[in-house]
């Protein structure tokens, strides 16, 4: 007889659809705006639950999302079905604070980490598979908020950037069980107001940001974690940024600030399943700044 040789394993993939949600405006906003599988943003969806600002926001049970903390200082949390429905207000767990970010791991788990409570933070948070948002975990590296995470590899996560006493651009690196490593020393240009996703099934990108200007360079994220250095910037140079997946191997950043024209913008910037980053998509829905974007589906 032959030897039955197994099928090749199918490469990583994710979700197919996205969502940024909530943000400043004139004042915050909940309205979130949906992403396709083709990388369309909608209009805007008329808000659910509290208003705010510079949230978090991650995937979890592989096909729906959450969105949780934020600015008023909050530990609130509103969940995504895997339809892109956002859910009213879920009493809030954890620490109040704002500048959180999150991420997947695990392959259906989130966390959410860092941010600002009145001072630096570095404790976590963490999502299950149903959605439930864990008690604090005591924080692991250097305190911060205003940074960026996302997914790396088949089910592990990363946290980068950040500002904490000092703009930063060290790492920490999150296993598939949601532990956090310390730090790993920075690569890139040090900045805050970073957005970053997941793209290709199983790598990511750092993205855009603020030092002493706005920024538009990005920084690669390998599928063993390793973080590269810059590539020159494309799109409008801006802070205050959110990215997500879309597509099952692409991502999109949108939105934030752009102080050249002092003003929120809602333009958009594809990332390939190659992570090449597209020029400016013109805008969809209220320009905004520090929303938060998850994908889903």
């Known amino acids: 007889m032959f030897p039955i040789i197994p099928a090749a394993s199918a490469a990583p993939s994710g979700n197919d659809e996205g969502i940024f949600g909530f943000g400043i405006a004139a004042s915050s906003s909940a309205v979130t705006n949906l992403v396709s599988n083709v990388g ?3 209009s805007d969806t008329a808000g659910v639950g509290t208003a705010r600002s510079n949230l978090g926001a991650c995937e979890y049970g592989e096909d729906k999302g959450i969105f949780a903390f934020g600015s008023p200082r909050t530990a609130i949390s ?21 500048g959180v970010a999150a991420c997947e791991y695990g392959e259906d788990k989130g966390i959410f980490g860092y941010g600002h409570d009145g001072g630096y933070a ?27 995470a996302c997914e790396y590899g088949t089910d592990t996560g990363i946290f980068g950037y950040g500002e904490g006493g000092g703009y ?12 956090v490593a310390s730090d790993t020393a920075g690569v890139g240009t040090i900045r805050y107001y970073v957005g970053a996703c997941g793209y290709d099934g199983d790598k990511g990108i750092f993205g855009y940001g603020l030092d002493t200007g706005d920024l538009s360079v990005t920084n690669l994220v390998s599928n063993a974690g390793v973080v590269a250095s810059d590539t020159a910037g494309v799109g409008t140079a801006r802070f205050g940024v959110a990215a997500c997946e879309y597509g099952k191997d692409k991502g999109i950043f949108g939105f934030g600030t752009a102080s050249d024209n002092a003003s929120s913008v809602g333009i958009t910037n594809l990332v390939s ?25």
């Open 40 to 42: 369309v943003v909608a």
């Open 78 to 98: 509103n969940l995504v079905s895997n339809t892109g429905v956002v859910a009213s207000d879920t009493a809030g767990v954890g620490t109040v604070r704002m």
């Open 168 to 179: 930063q651009s060290l790492t920490n690196l999150v296993s598939n069980v949601g532990v």
């Open 273 to 297: 399943n190659t992570g090449v980053v597209a020029s400016d998509t013109a805008a969809v829905g209220t320009g905004r700044n520090v929303p938060a974007a998850c994908s889903f589906n």
């Open 122 to 148: 570095s404790m976590t948070n963490l999502v299950s598979n149903a959605g439930v948002v864990a008690t604090d975990t005591a924080g692991v590296g250097t305190a911060r908020y205003n940074l960026g």
